[in-house]
């Protein structure tokens, strides 16, 4: 499932509050996916660790800027949390949020194959 498909999933699931990853049925952007996941339960460090495995583009260093307040940040997570904070102060709507996520998130996720044979390999004569 998509980051954005749980962030709408996670926002039927618990109260938005964006000064809160995910405790105590409240949750960011961010954990409402991590609610949705099913997997993560509560603001720790294994499901912090976990949101990093499930989507590593949201973490992965990459300047970027808050399309509501122009401010710098260093990956999308943390360009996230500050649209939250705009939604929180109603200066951003929850679907102008979905929006910027749906923009910068990737793609479909496509499964990689079974094998994977390295290029020399194949030049080479190696068999899979």
């Known amino acids: 499932m998509k980051f954005s498909e749980q962030v709408v999933l996670g926002s039927t699931l618990v109260k938005f509050n964006s000064l809160t990853f995910l405790q105590h049925g409240c949750g960011c ?8 996941s099913g997997e993560i339960m509560f603001d720790s460090p294994e499901g912090h660790e976990r949101m990093r495995t499930m989507f590593p583009w949201l973490f992965g260093v990459r300047i970027t800027q808050c399309p509501a307040c122009n ?3 260093i990956n999308y997570a943390t360009a996230i ?3 939250a904070h705009h939604v929180e102060d109603k200066s951003w709507t929850f679907d102008q949020a979905l929006a910027y996520i749906r923009s910068i998130e990737p793609g479909e996720d496509v499964d990689p194959p079974d094998v994977v044979v390295p290029v020399w390999n194949r030049y080479h004569g190696v068999p899979a």
């Open 29 to 36: 952007l961010i954990g409402m996916a991590g609610a949705a």
């Open 71 to 73: 401010t710098r940040h």
């Open 81 to 83: 949390s500050c649209v």
